[in-house]
């Protein structure tokens, strides 16, 4: 057989082939588009979609139970979910709202800004202040939407443009995983430290323990993304009484920035103030026992250490539970993070036990503008709000749940919010990211082995202030912007009020709501203003 | 409440467009709003006018031309109308707001004598009734010697008999209460005025434990022992889930017992 006729008929068979493939594909979806349609009586299927970013373990099963549900619950409905990874995100999500083809609800938070939230997103304050009809039969009957909530729904509740537009499903909680056959391995028993001293003494334990046996185990496992969780709460565990000095607001506004950069600039503090040396004394000490260079590392680089046996302990939050717990070969153990006490060596300035920083409650979904079935849309989003719907969602994620009297897992107990305790004063970044990075660059100083307080505020001293200032020049950039950006809603809801009947109570209430924020927000431009040119005479 | 004239209810239902540009410009959609302001020429044209002036203060990118443009739509609405037309006042407020906090260089002075002159029409709006807070935060940052400003703060405590709606109390107080506390002034009087804003109740829980926080901490300080009790119980009552709360409660607990009859509501 000559070539150009083998390839003649390769090439007819590769083309039938095709054909057939086609023709396949094509009565396929003819055949499911009529199960679909018999199956409803004739009745079109309505396919509701849910984006989000959420793909730690559990989370796509959750939502899947959540829409399995709501479909048994509504026939002739279908809910759909599609996950994207976290980083490609925010431009899917803008690709997606630009495009209208948005899913009709979505997780609020990367890629949204304000004005984008205005925009494609349906505000949901009317929902909030009326029963969820999703509750009946249950104590949560006839109680408004916001109230059935952990923390009021503050988690959904966006300030600068004073509506709701989200329903947040869990409250996540930071925490140390321990590994608790290594941790029996090299103490002999399973007990959680319960002070900052113990926590150190058991650091110590497992490097003794990699000597003794040549096995390479880090105490605790350390990324850019872990460690500042740790470290920045040891820190403010030594600086609330200074906070307290500084701003008579402290507990009320912290870290009342402003009075913070004002005694900055007046000498009043430094970064080589006592309680600041105590504060980086215990990051030393806790720095100390994770691997070299850990601040260049990454999140999973970390994870990757713990989930194979090579470290005792990360400090990480509860959305990673799930996800951690299904790839560890090990018994994993979780306790909160032992802050130290007053008292302790190494913390003298401690005034109590440290609580946990926030109970807001996050990963908050909100509704499209673009959602061809805005009425369906909503009844989702409320059953995702109701205790049924986050009782499925808690079952399946393992998130510590947000609606009241809904029961966590049992993986989410240890994360119950902690609410015991102080808040902590204030961080060395407390104006920004300028000082953050300050920071960061001398972070190595401090905890490197040859490294000490010493070399990191020698390191820090010469950048620090002027940092500050940079901060705070994009600080008082902002809080100008917010302040005047409320002027134009301001007026334009005295004009509706009363002349629009459709809209007048919502418009009474936002005008209402905005008086008292703008009026704050106008103060607090003027005051950073002030401590700006403080900042800028302390040259 | 203002009372507004323009068109009446059953017109606007019968043209729901009427609304649009003010939903936009409600919701943060500048662009929008003023684009609809332009376009909409069945707006009757002080109101439409108006709406440009308002929009034009936020428009992206905000340039020095867009501002004076501004202030040109908003002089000439104020022209055309008089009290009590409430388009005079909120056209004379916005104007003073871009003289003070928008134009450059700002004119204070002239800032400070439109609020003046605005409280003075007793409008009953609490919009309007902002410009005695501003007037306080005039005062408070002008960079004057304290001696001055608390001067300037005694006369402007003679602003209250001005105002009555709730919320233009309540700023007013708790405007003062700061710039007391910001400028070494007298805490007790700082009380007062917590005390006084409080009484006309919050919108903004978040808000309001901001106030009870520092109120509680304020009136501790200076030995008003059931005054800090009130504030800091009110804090604890309405928001017993917040993380301030441990903190909160060990302050409750650390005060000394009672010897005076309450001074608080």
Redo the contacts between chains.
Sequence with gaps: MSDTRRDVILNTIGFGLLIVCFAVALGRIAWLRAARASAQDGQPVVTLRIGHWQLESGLREAFDAIGREFERLNPGVRVEQIPVPERIFPNWLITQLVGGTAPDLIALGYGLT??RL??FFL?ISDLADRPNPWNAGTDLEGVPLRETF???M?GGYF???LEFYGVPLAVHTIRMYYNLDLLREITGEEKLPATFAELLELAKKAEDFSRRTGRPVIPIAGSKYNSPILMGRLFVSQTEGLGERLA??F???RPSQTFIAEGLAAGLWSVDSAEVRAGLSLLRAAGRHMQAGFMQLMRDDAMFYFVQGKALMITTGSWDVKSVTTQVPFRLGVGRIPYPLPGEPLAPYSL?PI?????LASSAFGLTRSSKHPELAKSLLLFLASRRGNQIFADHSEWPPSVLGVKPSKLAEPFA?F?????GGFGLDFSGPDARREVNIAINRLVSPQGSVEAFLDALRPGYLSAVRADFQRLSRSS?SA???F?????????????????AAA?A?????L??????A??FS??V??ALQALEEAR | MLAVAGPTAAELSQKPEAFAGWEQAASLLVREAYEEFLRNDTLPTLEREFGLGLTLMNLQPRTQHNLRRAREHLEHVAAQTEAPDPLHALARFFRARLLEFYLLPPDAAAAEAEYEALLELRTGSPVIEMAASRLIMLAVFSGAPPERIHQRLEELEKKRGLLVTPAGLREFHTTMAYALLDTGGSRGRAVDHFLAADRQGFARMASALRLWCTAGDIAASIGRVEDARYFYTQALENLPRDPRAFTLRERLAALPPSLSPASSP
């Design positions: 304000e004005e205005a925009r505000p952990l923390d009021g503050d300030p600068a443009l008579y607001d507990l009320a506004n109590g609580a946990d920083p926030s109970n919010p609410l015991q305790g102080r808040l100008v302040a005047q950006r002027d134009t809603t301001m007026g334009a809801l005295a004009w509706m009020v009363g002349k629009d009947e459709r809209g418009a209430r936002k005008l209402e709501e008086l008292q924020t703008q009026n704050g106008d103060y003027r005051r203003a002030q």
